[in-house]
Each structure stands twice: as C-alpha cells, then as structure tokens.
C-alpha cells in the first residue's frame, strides 16, 4: 500500500510498471536550467557596470615582458582560452574574437573598462546557463 512519500528524502520509488519491483531510479532528475530571459540578461548587465565602474580593473594588453597575473587568467579562464596567466598573442586574438562576436569595437585584443564589463556578464550568463 501506498504510505506517502518525502520528495525530499533519497529514497528511490518502488515500481511495478512493466512487471518490474524494486526499481531504484529517482523520481525525477534534474532539469535543464531554463535560458535567461532578456530582463534577467539586462539585470546583470547593469550589475556588471556598476561592479566594474566601482571596481575598475587593469588594461590589459600585448607589451614585452607580457602581463601577467590574476587578471589575465580571469580573461583566459572566462573565454576558455589555455590559462597561461601571460597576456601573450593567443589571449588577445582570443579578446578581439569576443569584441566581435560582443560587438564591442575600438580596443582591437585589448581589455578596457568596456571590454571587462562585457567579460564580467559574459562569465555570469555562462555559469546561470550551464
């Protein structure tokens, strides 16, 4: 007989559909996150200027001996680029191809304040969506 069920417990259900007992799957699964609506997406593009401008970070850019540091692995890490903490060629083709794909001009590879805002949301819808 049926007793009721805790949905919160990590009991696995009893079944009896296609002759089969004991049946050990979960009651359900967990679903996919749903897309961020347009609203949200806005939302957390506005923290993100205001977390940049009360935050500013470095300008980062190709120069010899290259830059380093937490900074760049930030960048490298957000655009899933090869974390080498070094702001060599391949991490600004790497930022000009997202400028682009953001539709961010004017810095060509090069991280400014515009650029670090656009990074900071693209890292943050990245995470909510996966």
């Given amino acids: 007989p049926y007793h009721g069920s805790n949905p919160h417990s990590s009991h696995a259900h009893m079944s009896i ?3 089969r007992e004991n049946d050990t799957s979960p ?3 967990d679903p996919e996150p749903p897309p961020l609506t347009g609203q949200q997406k806005r939302a957390i593009l506005a923290a993100a200027r205001r977390m940049v401008r009360q935050h500013p970070r470095p300008r980062l850019f190709t120069k010899n001996p290259p830059i380093k540091g937490p900074y760049v692995r930030e960048v490298q890490r957000t655009l899933d ?3 080498t903490g070094e702001y060599g060629p ?3 083709d790497g930022v000009a191809e997202f400028q682009g794909a953001m539709d961010i001009g004017g ?3 090069e991280v400014d304040q515009e650029t670090w805002i656009w990074l900071v949301y693209f890292a943050v819808v990245k995470e909510m969506e996966s």
Avoid: H, I, N
């Fill in 17 to 19: 559909v296609d002759g």
């Fill in 27 to 29: 009651w359900f699964s």
């Fill in 81 to 83: 680029l090869p974390v």
């Fill in 90 to 92: 391949g991490t600004r």
């Fill in 107 to 109: 810095t060509a590879g």
